[in-house]
């Protein structure tokens, strides 16, 4: 594709609900990243998939959060019971490679979450 | 634990006036240092990457130096526009595919 896309852009749940993001990386990148951006912070990493597996997911804050990426392409980040303190903008990246550090990773426009 | 912190947190400014973005961090140790632009409602976009024995890139009206030793970037924008009003984000790798996030600098340029 020619970005990142990332959908809903939106959503709104209430407490205790379980949600789904999902980020479609560009065609061919086999590393993909997200992040978690809450209001005038940058964004925090929460977990990094090199092809299918999750390379490092030590910046998910909990067991509440997980993240799959079935057939290395598409990626969905899910979080469960969801809390008021879980509400941001989850931010997916990807880049070519092997997440070499001197890649660019290209970021998604991101999914804005808000738990009421 | 590295840091970084970006200076100031908000700017407004008239067009046309030159400007300097601060970012430091708290680890010299760091592989290279990124700086992004991110626009209201939408995700980061890359504008300058500098390895860690560079000490300055240049693209357009943007030059953004470092200063390892120190532990200092800054981010120069020439002749600001309207159309450069963003929050521009400074990240540092420290030997790993994780950034570390300043929490950035919102910019107006006014006209």
């Known amino acids: 594709g020619a970005g990142v896309s990332q959908t809903p852009s939106n959503k709104v749940t209430e407490k205790g609900k379980y949600v789904e993001l999902r980020c479609d990386p560009i065609s061919g990148h086999t590393a993909l990243y997200w992040y978690r951006q809450s209001l005038g912070q940058g964004p925090e990493f929460l977990i990094y998939f090199q092809g299918t597996g999750a390379a490092d997911d030590s910046g998910l804050p909990n067991d509440r959060f997980f993240a799959v990426r079935p057939e290395g392409s598409v990626s969905t980040l899910k979080i469960q019971r969801t809390e008021r303190g879980d509400s941001a903008v989850y931010l997916c990246?990807?880049?070519?490679?092997?997440?070499?550090?001197?890649?660019?990773?290209?970021f998604g426009p991101g999914t804005r979450l808000l738990v009421l | 634990k590295q840091e970084v912190t970006q200076i100031p947190a908000a700017l407004s400014v008239p067009e046309g006036e030159n400007l300097v973005l601060n970012c430091s961090f708290t680890?010299?140790?760091?592989?290279?240092l990124q700086w992004f632009r991110q626009d209201p409602g939408k995700g980061l976009t890359s504008l300058l990457l500098?390895?860690?024995?560079?000490r300055e890139q240049t693209s357009g009206r943007l030059n953004a130096s470092l200063d390892k030793s120190s532990g200092r970037s800054t981010l120069y924008i020439a002749a600001s526009q309207p159309g450069d009003s963003a929050t521009y984000l400074c990240a540092v790798h420290g030997g790993s595919y994780i950034p570390t996030f300043g929490r950035g600098t919102s910019l107006i340029v006014h006209p």
């Open positions: 990246a990807s880049s070519l490679t092997s997440g070499a550090l001197q890649e660019t990773q290209y």
């Open positions: 680890d010299s140790a760091i592989y290279n």
């Open positions: 500098i390895q860690s024995s560079q």
